[in-house]
Nanobody
Framework: QVQLVESGGGSVQAGGSLRLSCALF????????MGWFRQAPGKEREGVAAINSARRTNYADSVKGRFTISQDNAKNTLYLQMNSLKPEDAAMYYC???????????????????WGQGTQVTVSS
């Protein structure tokens, strides 16, 4: 059973940066995708970025050029570096995992089977 634990959220001013981390436990070998999603109050959960075992990345248009997804396989950790943060980036951020290379190609929640509990990001203007 895959378990994911996010950390690194916090409060920043607009223009600031944060780095989120997601530790993975219980992951088996084979192809995979990992992603970051976010959900603001009253809104649906939306995809932010994803990466697969071929290290192919996919980003939402709203974060391209500002956010970077990466992974450290030795540490079983997924990261999301967020720069130039905007108030509209404020949300609960979740990491997700799927046993599929293809899941990362579309930032859909239904593509991912395992989820963390989330870490809160607040951006003040």
């Amino acid at each position: 059973q895959v378990q994911l634990v996010e950390s690194g959220g916090g409060s920043v001013q607009a223009g600031g940066s944060l780095r989120l981390s997601c530790a993975l436990f219980g992951v088996l070998g084979g192809p995979y995708s990992m992603g970051w999603f976010r959900q603001a109050p009253g809104k649906e959960r939306e995809g932010v970025a994803a990466i697969n075992s071929a290290r192919r990345t996919n980003y939402a248009d709203s974060v391209k050029g500002r956010f970077t997804i990466s992974q450290d396989n030795a540490k079983n950790t997924l990261y999301l570096q967020m720069n130039s943060l905007k108030p509209e980036d404020a949300a609960m951020y979740y990491c997700a995992h799927a046993y599929s290379d293809y899941a990362s190609m579309a930032l859909r929640t239904s593509n991912f089977g395992s989820w963390g509990q989330g870490t809160q990001v607040t951006v003040s203007s």
